[in-house]
């Protein structure tokens, strides 16, 4: 019986160490920095090789000073990339897409580009820092290649809104009093908001889109114009909101304080079950043991008395 719920411990303990090592991984595989070489770079043919692997990338996006820096992709449905990544494999981080209902050359008047929220400042995980009013106001730039060209990104606008809010989540739109009323409406619904120079029907906005975990349809909008200026990355390569998840390289102690509570409190029940078990055989034993020695002490007493 002891040996049953030892090995049952055990059993609970991998698996609980495990869960955590497969989280990790996930979270690992969907960090930027997996598509780094990929990046395009002036007389590089990186992109080009990301390309060829797979034939739906057609940019790249980037927003300064986050950990949002992927290659960009485009299917003949919003389904596919959700758990596609970029290079097209099986990946439960998905990609970083564009609306299958927009152009790819970014024509439209508002695009709108989806991406998981994740942990560890993964895929669309930074979309939701732009909550806060300081970090709103400190990121306000980006970069978004397509067509072999770099385009700037200026942020003016954050957004929590459902996932059903067709004021928010239309399609292309064409007509000029349709886009004064998507403009009205992002302002109006904005949780922040910035004047930026020469706003309207004219630009092409895009809408960076993301679940919260704060409401089942919620969802977190980070609204840009496209410029054909550039905006130069004053944060550098490694931004203060990067905090790269390494499992190799954690400890031991790291990864035992990361492993769910429930795992902690059913291995702690299974314990004093085993060790409860084990007082009450030891006393079983003790006891049969006596029954035993008293069994064969009157044994002798009566083979004295024969002799």
């Given amino acids: ?35 780094e070489e990929y990046k395009p770079q002036e007389d590089s043919l990186s992109f080009e090789e990301l390309q060829r692997i797979n034939p739906e990338v057609f940019g790249w996006l980037t927003v300064y000073g986050t950990n949002i820096d992927y290659p960009l992709v485009q299917a003949e449905n919003d389904d596919k990339y959700i758990n596609t990544n970029a290079e097209g494999n099986y990946s439960l981080s ?51 290649f397509y067509d072999g060209k770099e385009h700037g990104l200026e942020f003016f606008a954050f957004l929590e809104v459902d996932a059903y809010d067709g004021s928010i989540y239309a399609p292309p739109i064409k007509n000029d009093e349709d886009k004064k009323i998507l403009l009205d409406n992002i302002r109006e619904k904005a949780t922040h908001y910035r004047e930026i120079g020469n706003l309207g029907i004219e630009d092409h906005l895009v809408l960076l889109s993301t679940c919260t975990s704060e409401s089942t349809n919620g969802r977190h909008i980070l609204v840009g114009r496209i410029t054909e200026n550039t905006f130069q990355n004053s944060f550098g390569k490694e931004s203060d909101t990067k905090q790269k998840w390494n499992i190799d390289g954690q400890s031991i102690l790291k990864i035992l304080k990361n492993i769910p509570i429930w795992v902690w409190i059913l291995s702690g029940i299974i314990l004093i079950l085993s060790v409860l078990l084990r007082v009450l055989n030891t006393k079983k034993n003790a006891t049969r043991n006596r029954k035993e020695r008293g069994k064969n002490t009157d044994e002798k007493d009566a083979n004295s008395k024969k002799d």
């Fill in 1 to 35: 019986m002891n040996c049953t719920v030892l090995v049952t411990f055990l059993l609970l303990f991998v698996f609980g160490v495990y869960a955590l090592w497969d989280t990790q991984q996930i979270t690992r595989l969907a960090d930027a920095s997996q598509y």
């Fill in 94 to 144: 998905g990609s970083i897409f564009l609306s299958y209902q927009n152009k790819k050359d970014f024509t439209d008047f508002n695009s709108i580009i989806y991406g998981h929220h994740m942990e560890k400042h993964v895929m669309f995980g930074d979309i939701g820092n732009f909550k806060q009013e300081n970090h709103f106001n400190k990121y306000k730039y980006g970069n978004i």
